[in-house]
């Protein structure tokens, strides 16, 4: 079973995956793959994203899907939904060549369906942190925001994830629990 995080920068993702992390030694959990392109290969991310960083990244969510893994339960931080948001901004914003966002569509019109659960994250309940990594332009947010609810809003494997980070878990073993699943919490 692959299950993901998804949703725009500062919106509770990691926080939720490292609280899950730490309670479930069992499961496979994968890290974000933007943050680690851009320390490896440094490869510019956020706004200043271009065409070979989204191929890296996008790349990174093919092989997401298709590792091998210890477990029969994968939980990623993002995937391909992520990869095709931020992918249409870079492309709007002129950063990235009409190939490298056709190529993005095609991959997310490929693989979308293999995610048996995709946790989309709220922003409403969450400020703009600085971390040093993610950007903190707020328009730059609300651009991949509304792509995000645009995208989101014709999948039927996507669970909302709203309130507090204790709602939030809540909702998240209520989820599991529908698919048979024991989650730690």
């Not at 490929?110 to 048996?116: A, F, H, Q």
């Not at 946790?119 to 903190?136: K, N």
């Not at 792509?147 to 939030?168: A, D, Q």
């Amino acid at each position: 079973m692959i299950v993901s995080f998804t949703g725009a920068q500062s919106t509770g993702k990691t926080t939720l995956l490292n609280i899950l992390k730490d309670k479930n030694k069992d499961i496979n959990f994968i890290e974000e793959v933007t943050r680690r392109i851009n320390r490896e290969y440094d490869l510019p991310i956020n706004e200043s994203g271009n065409s070979l960083t989204q191929l890296m990244i996008i790349a990174d969510h093919v092989a997401n899907l298709y590792r091998k893994y210890d477990s029969d339960l994968v939980i990623l931080d993002r995937c391909i939904i992520d990869g095709l948001v931020y992918s249409e901004w870079l492309y709007d914003n002129n950063n990235i060549s009409i190939s490298m966002i056709d190529l993005a569509m095609e991959v997310y019109h490929s693989i979308y369906k293999k995610y048996d659960i995709v946790f989309y994250t709220d922003p409403r309940d969450v400020e703009l942190v600085d971390d040093g990594e993610r950007s903190i332009n707020k328009n730059f947010r609300d651009d991949i925001i509304s792509s995000f609810e645009y995208r989101i809003k014709s999948l039927n494997n996507v669970v909302v994830l709203s309130g507090t980070v204790e709602e939030r878990l809540e909702t998240v073993k209520k989820t599991f629990e529908k698919y048979n699943l024991d989650i730690n919490i």
